[in-house]
Nanobody, 121 residues
Framework: ELVESGGGLVQAGESLTLSCVAY????????MGWFRQAPGKEREFVAG????????RYEPSVKGRFFISRDNAKNMVYLQMNSLKPEDTAIYYC????????????????WGQGIQVTVSS
């Protein structure tokens, strides 16, 4: 099970950090990521980090503003979001899979319940 926290309402230009605790066995074997779904839109990939924490990938619109990290000792994944824009408003989901390709494609073994992030202009 994956549980997100840290969402909320912020103004444009502000920062927010999402956290995800993973209640799964062998967390250090899983690639982890963040996805989001805005109203009326399909869920999309935001950021991913490999199981060792040495490789990451970002959706182009967030690259340079969002940063994903993990702490394998604590079974935690984080998404630092800076310079937030109204178009970043969405429900954000934590996800995990032991296959990097499936992670990026959104075909994950594990999903969180999602947490709302709202950015006002």
């Amino acid at each position: 099970e994956l549980v997100e926290s840290g969402g909320g309402l912020v103004q444009a230009g502000e920062s927010l950090t999402l956290s995800c605790v993973a209640y799964i066995q062998f967390f250090a074997d899983y690639n982890m990521g963040w996805f989001r779904q805005a109203p009326g839109k399909e869920r999309e990939f935001v950021a991913g980090i490999d199981y060792r924490g040495t490789n990451d990938r970002y959706e182009p619109s967030v690259k340079g503003r969002f940063f994903i990290s993990r702490d394998n000792a604590k079974n935690m994944v984080y998404l630092q979001m800076n310079s937030l824009k109204p178009e970043d408003t969405a429900i954000y989901y934590c996800a995990g899979d032991d296959n990097w390709g499936r992670l990026i494609a959104g075909m994950n073994k594990y999903w969180g319940q999602g947490i709302q992030v709202t950015v006002s202009s």
